[in-house]
């Protein structure tokens, strides 16, 4: 079985440009003007919980956070619903969709934000088909590595495991130090776009 509950995360450039409550607004535009090819749902505001995920978008196949995780803000994309194809074709979609997301609140002048191309975070929720073991990193890193290199090409990806902890899901850091930026990555796949 392939894992279909994946969450990507990319760090913003400027942690002290973000602005909660300016989120808010711009998300429900999401909605209400069908920025992206899902089902989009309502706005959460959890700003209030010290680490947590910020403010939400909630989808039908996917979310969308600012997220304050480890204390580093970030785009938060969880894919909920599956997807076609393999590990490595979920990752790339995962992937697109989380690169998509930033470009449109990089676009968004509202905001003034601008995220990290060279890092990112990748973590399998599927417990029992990726489990939060040393193992599960030798388990995924090629399709990983695969779909990492649809955006980044031959730069070189450096992968590590990032909690032991049992109780969290197995999430793997990627620093990508040679990386291109947002916009260069995201027109590999999108032209249109940028």
């Known amino acids: ?28 535009r999401w909605i209400q003007q069908r920025r992206v090819d899902e089902l989009l749902i309502d706005v959460a505001d959890y700003k209030h919980v010290h680490e947590g995920p910020g403010i939400m978008l909630i989808g039908h196949e996917a979310d969308y ?10 785009l938060l994309y969880s894919r909920k619903r599956a997807l076609d194809g393999d590990l490595r074709d979920v990752l790339r979609a995962v992937l697109r969709q989380a690169l998509y997301g930033c470009h449109l609140l990089e676009t968004d002048p509202a905001l003034g934000l601008t995220f990290r191309a060279d890092e990112v975070e990748v973590a399998f929720l599927d417990r029992l088909l990726v489990p939060n073991e040393p193992a599960s ?11 990492l290199a649809s ?31 947002l916009a260069t990555l995201l027109a590999q796949l999108h032209p249109e776009t940028v």
Do not use: N
């Not at 994946?6 to 607004?25: G, Q, R, S």
């Not at 304050?68 to 803000?73: E, I, K, V």
């Open 137 to 147: 990193l030798a388990q995924v890193r090629d399709d990983l590595e695969a779909a």
């Open 151 to 181: 955006f980044y090409g031959e730069a070189p990806v450096h992968l590590d495991w990032l909690d032991e902890d049992p109780r969290q899901p197995f999430s793997v850091h990627v620093r990508i130090p040679e990386a291109a930026d």
């Open 65 to 74: 956070a600012l997220d304050l995780g480890r204390g580093r803000p970030g």
């Open 1 to 28: 079985m392939t894992p279909h509950r994946i969450h990507v995360k990319y760090f913003v450039t400027d942690p002290e440009a973000v602005d909660l409550p300016a989120l808010i607004p711009v998300f429900h």
